[in-house]
């Protein structure tokens, strides 16, 4: 007869329990360069306080006003996160079943993917602001409560395993103090950046490698102060990369071949004209920074980590023509890749460069939400075609809301 030793069991339960708590929680692999399945998906950032769209292995989710939806990518046709029988979702009518359906979410800020899980962070203001960060299965049938915290959230990221956001609340002299904190997705926060202004907040958190980026920004009588602040995620040192001077904008990183594109504009004060616009290329902690290439002015950059893609704003008392206005996609040498005419689309754009195969493009007006998409296979061909991924009225997209207690 065999008999199997009391060690040998003991290391074959060890190993089993190993084994399935890596299945839980993956190990992070901390290098300073972007690694796929765990750091914020920076190319699906859309504005300075929302993340509206993920990308998982099989499509997109992205937030339709309050409400979740889902793409495919075999067939990119949008399908709501709600699988409940009789359920009415956005055609809802009666305030107190709007609750009920399994992709509403009130508030909604911003949508992260990470570890076949999707995480939404909420915003719900009535005489004061409630923040909360939600767990939610990719099916939208389960959700739970991460962490909730007081305050209205201005910028958040996900980025391996920890979540970063910026959180606003006012003092009893109308001063508003921003925090920003680093959040493990069991609830246990660290704040590592506090500051009061007078009218100001933090923005365009963005994540990559071994950073994490943000803009705190304050208005004073003089005009607008800047600057860019970064986070170590392995020293936990917090400082400031660039500060500015008084109406100088920094902007937000732009992330590209392991490198940090990032611009500095200079407005005259009071009548606001441009005095100067330059763009610098850097190592992704600041240093090495070199005049690099301008992208124009005034224009929205983002990146995939291959091309920078730089739209012009259409909203601006500096804007071009609307015939005129463009999107122009860069290499890191500032080689022009193909040129879009993007003044058709009309007002309120958010150009988002997306994954390997598809880019994005939110438009907005008084009547609807559209978002359209294009493939990214196109790009090197100079015929880009947009197509229509989605279309809601406004109307639908913020719902009321009646609470039965």
Known sequence: MNYISKEKIFITILTLAIV??????????????????QDHQFYYYSSESTHSMAESDSGYYFLGGQYL??????????????NKPNCLHNEETDSTKTLYCNAFFEGAKSLFYYNDELYISTTRTTMTSESEFLKVSLDGTRRKSSFKFDGAISSAA??????????????????????????????????????????????????YGN???????????????EKMVRYNILTEDTEILFD??????IGKPSFISDKMYYRKSKLEFPDMSLEYQEGFLAELDGSNAKSSFEL?????????????????????PFSKPVDEQQLTIYTIDGEVVNRVNMGSFGSLQSLIPG????????????????????????ISTGNIEWKLLFEVEREKLYPAVTRIS
């Open 69 to 82: 939806y889902f793409v495919d990518k075999a067939n990119m046709t949008p399908v709501i996160v709600c």
């Open 20 to 37: 399935l708590l890596s299945g839980c929680s993956p190990k992070i692999i901390y290098e300073n360069h972007y690694i796929d399945g």
């Open 296 to 316: 124009g002015f005034p224009v929205d950059v983002n990146s995939d980590g291959q091309y920078l893609y730089a739209r012009d704003i259409e909203w601006s």
């Open 211 to 225: 950073y994490v980026y943000f803009n705190a920004f304050d208005y004073t009588e003089n005009g607008r102060l």
């Open 244 to 249: 500015n001077q008084i109406m100088e904008t």
């Open 355 to 378: 994954g390997e195969e598809h880019m994005f493009l939110q438009q907005e007006d008084s009547d609807f939400l559209r978002i359209y998409y294009a493939n990214k296979s196109q």
């Open 158 to 207: 996900l980025h391996r395993g920890v979540l970063y956001y910026a959180a606003q609340v006012w003092d009893a002299n109308g001063q508003a103090i921003v925090s920003v904190s680093a959040s493990k997705l069991n609830g246990k926060s660290k704040e590592i950046y506090k500051e009061t202004f007078g009218h100001g907040n933090v923005n365009n958190i963005i994540c």
